[in-house]
């Protein structure tokens, strides 16, 4: 079945690009049937959707996100990317990589913002 | 945005309970809501979606109703692994969003 991992630096400073990856396996990202998002959980908070990317590139992205974020797919390689820029305390997280329709989810990665 | 409101934000109830979470949301999105399960240290876990309608392989003591802004998801005979926190999201509108969330303890 199809599974999603997410891969990326667990610290980044401030104000630097937090940057992560998401690979999948056990089927193709090239479907026009879904759409790649990107979700974050705030240490003991709930789920805040960030944006989705297709595999033709379309995006859409939260706008209270839209600002610092960007999405890129890589079809070759069966991946999606995810880039913050200018992160501050407040983008630690967990960040997971979701296929839509409600999953399947990846793992789940934390990511802390600190110097 | 559309706004979702759960309720209770926690509960504890005992093995065999029923229990039931209630989501609100700030405008109506038909039946194009999700339900969640998210175990401590887990990524969240499909239930329901749409609204009534149980993912593949979870258990039949989980149930989800309504329709337009007002939605109920129901645990009947709570069983000790139902231990988590619960989510519901709206999948009508973008940016997707998601309750405030409701954890279930065990007494």
């Known amino acids: 079945q199809v599974q999603l991992q997410e891969s990326g630096p667990g610290l980044v400073k401030p104000s630097q690009t937090l940057s992560l990856t998401c690979t999948v396996s056990g089927g193709s990202i090239s479907t026009d049937s879904f759409y790649w998002s990107w979700i974050r959980q705030h240490p003991e908070k709930g789920l805040e959707w960030i944006g989705y990317?297709?595999?033709?590139?379309?995006?859409y992205y939260n706008p209270s996100l839209r600002s610092r974020v960007s999405m890129s797919i890589d079809t070759s390689r069966n991946q999606f990317s995810l880039s913050l820029r200018s992160v501050t305390a407040t983008d630690t997280a967990v960040y997971y990589c979701?296929?839509?329709?409600?999953?399947?989810w990846g793992q789940g990665t934390l990511v802390t913002v600190s110097s | 945005d559309i706004q979702m409101t759960q309720s209770p934000s926690s509960v504890s109830a005992s093995v065999g309970d029923r229990v039931t979470i209630t989501c609100r949301a700030s405008q109506g999105v038909s039946n194009w809501l999700a339900w969640y399960q998210q175990r401590p240290g887990k990524a969240p876990k499909l239930l329901i979606y749409?609204?009534?309608s149980l993912q593949s392989g979870v258990p039949s003591r989980f149930s989800g109703s309504g329709s337009g802004t007002d939605f109920t998801l129901t645990i009947n005979s709570l069983q000790p692994e139902d231990s988590a926190t619960y989510y519901c999201q709206q999948a009508t509108a973008f940016p997707r969003t998601f309750g405030g969330g409701t954890k279930v303890e065990i007494k």
């Open positions: 990317i297709y595999s033709s590139g379309s995006t």
């Open positions: 979701v296929r839509s329709g409600g999953g399947p």
């Open positions: 749409p609204a009534s």
